[in-house]
């Protein structure tokens, strides 16, 4: 069945057939969209994964239109408010709960890797999963470092922040689209009965 759209629970509808934010001119939202493309092929309930998955590109969107207010502050002098974010505390908070869906994925990895049979998806889903951890360190970094640059108004040093973590999130969303494939691949393979994560396309 082909889905149009996807419905989160949480208010929002996504629209899978939608166009993709330009790659060049918002990049991060042009990574969200490709995750949540990559979500919404499954059902959420009975895979945390998917859940995490979604949730960690719902929240790097927000970040990337907070980001964007905040550029239009520093080079036009607006003072219109374009985020959910009310402060760089709204923005540390959100790396946070990112870092924090990264290591649900990464749980729910590890067990998939401990019961799939095939070696060669294994390594597959490791090699997918291995730069997760250090983007993670890297995203808390970044939020810091522009937090600091924020306090100071540093205009440069936050310029160089939001490059950093353009960076950082389209590798992370990358790893993640990469290992929720590589998961349902060894999902697959392993025995009904051993296998809590499941994998049901729409």
């Known amino acids: 069945a082909v889905v149009s759209t996807q419905s989160t629970g949480e208010g929002e509808e996504f629209d899978v057939n939608a166009p993709a934010p330009d790659p060049v001119e918002a990049p991060i ?23 995490a998955a979604r949730k960690i590109a719902q929240k790097f969107q927000q970040m990337a239109k907070y980001t964007k207010g905040r550029r239009e502050i520093l080079e036009l002098g607006s003072t219109e408010e374009k985020s959910e974010f009310s402060s760089m505390t709204d923005m540390i908070s959100t790396c946070k709960e990112i870092i924090a869906l990264t290591k649900q ?11 799939c049979p095939d070696k060669r998806l294994v390594l597959s889903l490791a090699n997918s999963m291995e730069p997760m951890g250090m983007l993670s360190q ?11 640059a924020c306090g100071k108004y540093d205009e440069s040093a936050e310029v160089e922040a939001d490059e950093m973590l353009t960076i950082n999130a389209q590798n992370l ?11 349902e691949s060894c999902s697959v393979k392993i025995d009904s009965a051993s296998n809590k994560l499941k994998f049901k396309r729409k």
Do not use: C, P, W
Request: glycine letters at 2%.
């Open 105 to 115: 994925i990464q749980k729910h990895a590890d067990l998939i890797s401990k019961n």
């Open 138 to 148: 890297q995203l808390n970094i970044i939020a810091s470092v522009k937090a600091a």
């Open 29 to 51: 939202e042009h990574a969200a969209f490709k995750l949540r493309q990559e979500t919404a092929k499954y059902h959420e309930e009975d895979n945390g994964m998917i859940t």
């Open 173 to 183: 969303m990358k790893s993640v689209r990469d290992t929720v494939r590589a998961s």
